[in-house]
């Protein structure tokens, strides 16, 4: 596409790739170039804003939201969106009884209890919470809340959500 | 786009927690909403708003846009090829703003650039010339014959009275409360998104968007385009939930005008900023009601006066005030009433379809009145509402029979006997206190309270209109798929209508063919409806399947087609012994069938207001335990307790989604989401600024699914959507009352409402 108003030129590592972004303009959010330019649009914007979680993805081991990095700046970083966790945590791909695709614990789990409505929060969450139990194997109830407090879902009041990450840490525990 | 496969489960029929069949896109990404095409060659779309709420435009100069480089056009009220204006109930909405606009936030001109920062400079680089006007914000003022009509329609869009009974009739007790209901966004996740293909020659598009009611808005964007319906095809994109929010027009008009003057791929999302300004919201309202009762707690009269506030332009309002207007009365008996509603013109944002549709406001006046009511009598808020229950058989303050099944006592009673959450313990996390995370509570501040809210809520459409949903059902080799244009978002109808296959075929792999508009209507996702309706379409369409089924059967094995059944995955002689698996049965043949379902018809309110103006009611009740630091006026809510009419659980795992998504909207209009007007302008338009429920305030929900199946619902099913959000709101302020002794008469329930 015959862009005049961008010409930088960089490279991301993206989900254990290096991915190259041509004629981008400076101003590109990393969100913006996750969807548009990378063709990883998984990662959702809401608010673009930072308050929303929906763009979260791991830059470097932690949870940011995609939409306040501008992507120029993310070069040389490690950077994991929705669409890499199963590569990611390969360990942990599983076939559920009803999911022939192959998912991640957390994914299967968001499916099988509930916590995926209209799904637009989804991939944010599931990134936040594959983060958090990275970091916090087993969580208590307030730790769950607060890790997810900045991920906004409208459509299920968040008490599936909750079913979702206990199942995930109850299966991991039985399995450790 | 190709069909989606459904991943086999073993009997995942009615009644079963069957999963999504989108869930595993959903989880991994892969799933395409609006927002998420892309296209060879595509150009980004964008919207110049108005800045001001009332404004003459004087002129308007595009050059400077177009003569930025990667500017490929900028359309304004001009470059409308068909009808200027648009709306669901009445087309006064411009296209584009051209001699007035009449709310901040009106679209004016258009642009298509080949990148969303081009867009945004080409935006800045149209100058347009207001001649400022003092915006007409109070509807009351609005109505009166001296205010100036600040759209030719007039500035009252609605007014129905309704009197019932005697009006005359004398009570022992009165109460009465001046209540105020803020203007609350859906705020769905999923952004205002579309992507418009043009035809090749430009007599025709393709628009692909995250709507509601893919019929609907085709009708009114070819309209606009000047095209016949036919060379305007809509394809269901992913919604990222609606709310009601998408039942309006807002991007597709714009969308497709670019599309067909550049001849290319046209991208448009709104900004979050845009999103408040492009949709309609929940009416703001003001309610005055008035009870008369006998000394023991019975109703005798109802007197209110709705005054709705419809913002610049009609969308819905005329439906919402009469849901207003019609559920006055709440859940309860009532013999006499005398009601007048106003849905008004000003230059606030327009308002229309929100969760809920006008009983939401209603709701909070007359759960409001049941504990002033409760007071005045030495009654319990349980006993008052159990006293005035209402019960199938009885008449709505329009003349109306209620024939639903109508359990509200039992709602009540189940609801009363869910345990309370355990007192506050001495060592709670102080996230856990009122305010959260901003750890301000101070513990000995902290006090309890209780509430109760319970409420009637129409289903489907009302006064009149001839509602349908269709769906067709194909099947073949063992294989069922399923065409309707539902819309998808994110209720879960993709998980139920393969379930109704399944019941109804004996099969278990079931194919959603893609929802658009190379099939009929399917009406609205919306009201309630899209369980009983497109559910009924589908269960239709799979009938006349198997019963053409069974005549090939029964034609080919020599047996009575009457004498066939399915009964689990094969067709059986319930007579003989003769049995074949369905998907034996379909091997080589292709049945199709597609089926309409029209729900009864229903009538127009006449001047008193009488008329069975409702197809069916839905009952909860709702049971809130909120904390409250009374100092500093922050609330938590601890638990809610609730027992809904349900009819029939199709899907336990769907419904209990439902009722905790809905309750989480409710708390949200109880105690943290408005819209900030001054004057005209939004003060809040961004989610720093509106506040919404989060992981933290999210209420412990312990629900109760009543079911006694509804004999008028094809599924006997009732609608579950719009009931959770309803009483919930209510019963959260009626707890803070009892925690603070404060009057509270508006939502959302701000901090220096309690404190000052
Ligand atoms: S889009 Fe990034 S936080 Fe909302
Ligand atoms: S599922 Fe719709 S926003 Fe979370």
Redesign the interface.
Known sequence: ??????NEMYSLHVNGQDRAVMDA?V?ESLL?VL??RL???????????G??G?CTVLMDGDAVCSCLVMAATAVGSEIV???G??EQNPTMAVTA?????Q?TDV??A?????G????????GL?VAVHHLLDKNPDPTE?E???S???????????????AAVEAVVQVRKANS | MSATKQDVRSRDTLGASALRPDGVAKVTGAFSFSSDMWAENMLWGATLRSPHPYARIISIDTTPALLISGVSAVLTAQDVPGKATYGLISADQPVFASEYVRYMGEPVAIVAADHPETCRRALEAIIVNYEVLTPVVDPELAMLSSTELIHPDGNLIRHQHIVHGDPNAASDITVEGNYTIGMQDQAFLGLEAAMAFPDSGGNGVELHIATQWLHEDRGQIAACLALPEENVRLVLGGVGGAFGAREDISLQVHCCLLALRTGKPIKMQYSREESFFGHVHRHPAKIWMKHHATKDGKIVKIESRMVFDGGAYTSTSPAVLINGITHTQGPYQCDNAIVDGYAVRTNNPPCGAMRGFGVVQACFAHESQMDLLAAACGLSPVDVRLKNAMRTGDKLITGQTVESVAPVERCIRETDAIPMPEPMSQKANVLEFPGGSGRTADRHNIIRGVGWGVSIKNLMYSEGFDDYATARCTLSDGVASLKFATSEVGQGFVTLAPQIARSVLGIDEVVLETSDTQIGSAGSTSASRQTWMSGGAVDGACRLVRERLFEHVGKLHNIDPIRLMVENTDIIDTVGTFRISVSDATQGITISETFEHHHRKTEDLDENGQGNCHVAFAFVAHRAVVDVDVELGLVKVVQIATAQDVGRVLNPLSAIGQLEGGIAQGLGLAVMEEIIMDNGRVKNPSFTDYLLPTALDAPRVVAIMIEEPEPQAPLGAKGIGEPPCISVTPAIVAAIRSATGKALLRVPVRPQDICL
């Open positions: 596409m015959n862009d005049p108003i961008g303009w101003g913006y969807r548009e063709g990883l649009p998984g990662a959702k914007g809401a608010c673009e804003q308050e929303c929906s969106t929705v669409e966790l199963v009884h009803a999911i022939t695709s998912v994914q299967q968001f499916i099988t209890e509930g995926v409505q209209c799904g637009f929060c989804t991939p599931i307030l769950v809340k607060e997810i407090s900045g991920n906004i879902c409208r459509c299920t009041g968040y008490g599936r959500i909750f």
